[in-house]
C-alpha cells in the first residue's frame, strides 16, 4: 500500500506548543475496507440483474442459454413461392456459378430466380463453406426453407444484411447441384 501524502502539519517543530495542528495516524488495512465494498457492490447489482433478467425473459436459465421449452419456436412449412425474388450470390471460387444455380432454381419452380426477377452476381468473397439463405421478412421464411430442401444443403437465417432483395442465397462450397 503507498504511503501516506505528508505535508506542512506532519512536522510539527518541537518548541510549538499548539495542539491539533497534526493528523491521526493513517490506520492500516483501511484500503481493504474500499475495496471490499466495492466487490460487494458489484456481486449486489449483479445478482440484482440476472433476476431482473429472469423478470424481463422467464426462459432464461442463467447460463446464457434460453429454455425453448417455456415459449416453443414455430418453424414454418417450406412453401415453393415462384413469385418471389431470389437473388443469388456465388460465394466460391467458380466462375458463373450464381448463373448455373440461378438456372437450376428456375428449372425447379423458382420463377422469381430468372434473370431480371432475381439477380445473380458474385460475393465479395469466394471461400465461403456453407450455403446460407437470407430472408428478411418473418412471413418468407417458409420460401426460404423451401430454398434450402430444392438446393439439398444451407441454413436459413433472418437478417437484413440483404436488404434489397426478400431472399439472397450466399452459395457456398457445400452446394453440389444434381447433374441435369
Known amino acids: 500500500m503507498a504511503a501516506p501524502i505528508t505535508d506542512r502539519f506532519d512536522s510539527v517543530p518541537e518548541d510549538l506548543h499548539r495542539v491539533g495542528a497534526h493528523r491521526a ?4 488495512g483501511r484500503g481493504w475496507i474500499a475495496f471490499s465494498w ?7 447489482l449483479t445478482l440484482g440483474g440476472l433476476f431482473a433478467l429472469t423478470l424481463v425473459n422467464p426462459g432464461f436459465k442463467g447460463s446464457g442459454v434460453i429454455d425453448s421449452t417455456v415459449a416453443p419456436v414455430e418453424e414454418a412449412e417450406p412453401v ?3 413469385e418471389i425474388s431470389v437473388t443469388v450470390l456465388n460465394g466460391t471460387p467458380e466462375p458463373n456459378y450464381a448463373t448455373t444455380v440461378g438456372d437450376y432454381l428456375v428449372a425447379q419452380g423458382w420463377l422469381g430466380a430468372e434473370l431480371g426477377v432475381g439477380s445473380r452476381a458474385k ?4 471461400d465461403i463453406a456453407d450455403t446460407i439463405v437470407f430472408y428478411n421478412d418473418p412471413a418468407n421464411e417458409g420460401a426460404a ?5 430444392t438446393l439439398g444443403t444451407g441454413s436459413i437465417r433472418l437478417s437484413d444484411t440483404y ?15 444434381p447433374d441435369a
Open 145 to 149: 426453407r423451401a430454398l434450402v430442401q
Open 123 to 126: 460475393s465479395e468473397a469466394d
Open 80 to 82: 415453393l413461392d415462384p
Open 38 to 44: 466495492s466487490v460487494l457492490a458489484v456481486v449486489v
Open 163 to 177: 436488404p434489397a432483395s426478400p431472399i439472397t442465397i450466399l452459395v457456398g462450397s457445400d452446394l453440389a447441384l
Open 25 to 28: 495516524p493513517a490506520r492500516r
